[in-house]
């Protein structure tokens, strides 16, 4: 976890904010230069890698049966009762966890520290926690089981891995021939899997320390070696430390061998050229007969090592100044990051920000890396022009490649901070995906169900990823996952029954919307929802639209009131065989004008009921009959509507067109031909619904016929003009 050492855990497990290393001296930003750059990154390419992002491991320590202290404490189980009937509370949890650790009772402090973990795993404070008391209770082995657990959940735990380490520096017996062994690999793993974060130096440090307390001055001046590549918060301590180190000691104790071969033999061929030149100069102004002394030859003298100390330290020269640039490309990124490390309390919009152009322009720089040169002069880094810190970089190349390894480490990082935030892990998915789909998928996987269990969009993500790469079992196991996790949510039902109409799973589908509907009775909206949309599948793709009547028919059973309900049954009646359906239109009309539904809403299925009438019926009475009864609705629910069904309506309102431009009526008719009134039917009524108008209110535009003036037409139409006398 980057900058870990920033933040202490509270009595109650809140994190509140200390010094930000345990250092004597917080370094300054580095020297900058005047122009800002995308640059290129340093690495650390000696450490070896680790994999970042691991699999979640459910938590869960062995019990021993001289572990049970008996009963639990007295107000436990009410503590830990609203623990579980509150997961997402976590000031549940902590006081839960402040109250075993005040009673100091193992048995109960373990059973809340596992389950808050499971839910918490990247609170590194608890893991800590939970190792000391393991560790005092005098179980050791129980106490190391307990730190690798965290650091294969957050291998990024800088302060986890110095806590582990230290807990197996106090318990190892260090005469034992393996324990040296066995340290020295923890550390590698250690600075394998958050050696590259900026604030790592804590964790370098220890075991530099460390090499040097094993007397092995080669071993600590090979780990300076390393971090001298990496740019991190206290880089420039760390190459103080390395000329400190070489200075204290013989270079050949230090050095490789084969660098201080090759230094020494480079220093003494430099060292007699320049002793061949002084020995000539001495030859001329020696008293005749007086020999030159004798050097033993093989002797290494105090200014050959000075001299081979002077081409080490010019050699890390350049490799510091190569990581100073890096630092300075960084600096101002990392120095807007406040809180980098995991708390359920949210952070503010800028700090989000400050995130995504981290991100940002670390990708860009591995991208400018692996393009043509020549192609990059046209691009710049992606950058925020909102966050207001923007790194700078020097004129110098670094000459060290950015790589897939440090994108992964930021964005590793940024989970932790930004863990209860969809948008990043989305984001990391979306990388991982053109790599490894594998990869992708263990991240969604972490997402999912750890950290994001209750948020169902990255969920359904998660399911259509799946889909797109044809694992249907896996995106089924995702939905109804989901769905337990949060039953009733309609969208996830659909979702799932989508999945299977897509795989041709019409009989599942369709099941899938009937449990739904049958589940549904108690709330009248949700069971109106399905039952469309369980009447539709069987309408448009099962081909079946006695049965999709059936449905909707029983719908407005129990919910008279629904006008989509309603206005489904009138569309699937409209679109069948216009013969057929007369009677059944005007079936469903009558039922609708008898639902307590809103006047409009009537009015509306009124005028598509006479409009269904007049474009099919055989025969005129009828179509008289239901004009008539159109008429008197609309004096009793429409009042002034009738004016308009007759014409009476002044003309510039009807020239308005569906687009709601006004057309200029004395150009749409010529000035010879007589005044006729434009009339249409009543317009849709904006506030019924949307499928509804889009099907039966848009004919204004049909029965609008200004534009025929021009072609010697006399009148104009009014659609009902020569049908129904005016009333």
């Known amino acids: 976890m980057a900058a870990e050492g920033c933040e202490e855990m509270s009595g109650n497990g809140e994190l509140a904010e200390s010094s930000a290393m345990e250092l004597s001296e917080v370094p300054m930003p580095p020297p900058t230069e005047m122009e800002e750059t995308s640059g290129e990154n340093g690495g650390a390419a000696e450490a070896p890698e680790a994999s970042v992002g691991p699999e979640p491991v459910p938590f869960s320590m062995p019990q021993a049966a001289e572990d049970e202290e008996g009963e639990l404490p007295a107000d436990f189980e009410r503590l830990w009762k609203a623990a579980q009937d509150n997961p997402q509370d976590f000031t549940c949890w902590t006081d839960l966890l402040q109250y075993c650790e005040q009673e100091g009772h193992i048995t109960a402090s373990r059973r809340a520290l596992e389950a808050f973990l499971a839910r918490y795993p990247l609170c590194y404070g608890y893991w800590k926690k939970f190792a000391d008391l393991e560790r005092r209770a005098g179980y050791k082995d129980k106490a190391e089981e307990v730190c690798v657990q965290g650091l294969k959940v957050i291998p990024l735990s800088v302060d986890l891995w110095i806590h582990y380490i230290n807990l197996l520096l106090g318990t190892l017996d260090m005469n034992l021939y393996d324990s040296p062994t066995r340290i020295r690999s923890v550390f590698e793993d250690a600075v394998a899997a958050s050696g590259l974060d900026f604030h790592s130096d804590r964790l370098w440090d220890l075991y530099i320390e460390w090499e040097k307390e094993q007397g092995n001055m080669r071993n600590a001046a090979a780990v300076l070696d390393r ?87 010019l050699r890390r020269d350049k490799v510091y100044q190569d990581n100073e640039g890096e630092v300075r490309k960084r600096w101002n990124f990392e120095d807007a990051i406040k809180r980098p490390y995991f708390h359920v309390k949210p952070l503010d919009r800028l700090q989000l920000r400050s995130w995504h152009s981290y991100l940002d322009w670390e990708i860009a720089q591995l991208n400018k890396d692996t393009k043509d040169p020549t192609s990059d002069q046209n691009e710049a880094a992606t950058e925020e022009s909102e966050v207001t810190a923007q790194p700078q970089e020097g004129s110098e190349d670094s000459g060290v490649a950015h790589d897939d390894h440090r994108v992964r480490i930021l964005f590793e990082r940024c989970l932790i901070a930004c863990a209860l935030y969809e948008e990043f892990w989305n984001r990391y998915t979306q990388y991982l995906e053109a790599q490894s789909v594998d990869e992708a998928r263990a991240v969604y996987k972490r997402a999912c169900e750890i950290h994001l269990t209750y948020r169902p969009n990255i969920h359904m993500q998660w399911a259509t990823f799946e889909e797109r790469h044809g694992d249907l079992t896996e995106a089924r196991r995702v939905l109804e996952a989901l769905e337990k996790t949060l039953p009733g949510l309609a969208v996830v039902r659909l979702r799932r029954a989508a999945l299977e109409r897509r795989d041709g799973q019409l009989d599942q589908s369709e099941a899938l919307l009937q449990e739904a509907v049958a589940e549904s009775k108690e709330n009248p909206t949700l069971h109106a929802f399905y039952s469309i949309k369980l009447a539709r599948l069987l309408l448009k793709v099962g081909r079946n639209p006695s049965r999709a009547r059936g449905i909707l028919q029983d719908a407005l059973e129990i919910s008279p009131d629904n006008d989509k309900l309603h206005l489904n049954l009138l569309e699937l009646e409209v679109s069948g065989d216009p013969w057929a359906s007369t ?47 159109h008429q008197k609705l609309l004096k009793e629910l429409g009042g002034t509507k009738r004016g308009a069904e007759n014409g009476d309506e002044d003309p510039e309102k009807l020239s308005t067109g569906d687009d709601g431009s006004a057309a200029d009526v004395s150009e749409q008719v010529p000035p010879t031909m007589p005044h006729v009134p434009i009339t249409t039917p009543p317009p849709p009524v904006m506030g019924a619904d949307m499928s509804a108008q889009a099907g039966y209110g848009a004919y204004s535009s049909w029965y609008q016929q200004p534009q025929y003036g021009s072609y010697g037409y006399q009148n104009t139409w009014n659609y009902n003009q020569g049908y129904y006398p005016p009333s």
């Open 583 to 629: 009677e059944a239109v005007q079936e469903c009309v009558t039922r609708a004008l008898a639902a307590p539904l809103a006047p409009h809403t009537k009015i509306l299925f009124s005028q598509r009921g006479l409009q269904f009438a007049e474009d099919y019926s055989n025969s005129i009475q009828s179509v008289l009959s239901m004009y008539e009864e």
């Open 227 to 313: 971090v001298l590549k990496v740019p991190t918060q206290l880089y420039n301590t760390h190459y103080d430390k390395f000329k400190e180190h070489l200075n204290s000691h013989e270079p050949k104790e230090v050095l490789t061998q084969e660098e201080y071969e090759e230094l020494r033999t480079y220093c003494r061929q430099s060292q007699k050229a320049e002793r061949a030149e002084q020995a000539q100069e001495e030859e001329e102004e020696r008293p005749p007969g007086e020999e030159e002394p004798v050097t033993p030859e093989g002797t290494d003298t105090e200014e050959l090592m000075q001299k081979i100390r002077e081409q080490v330290l």
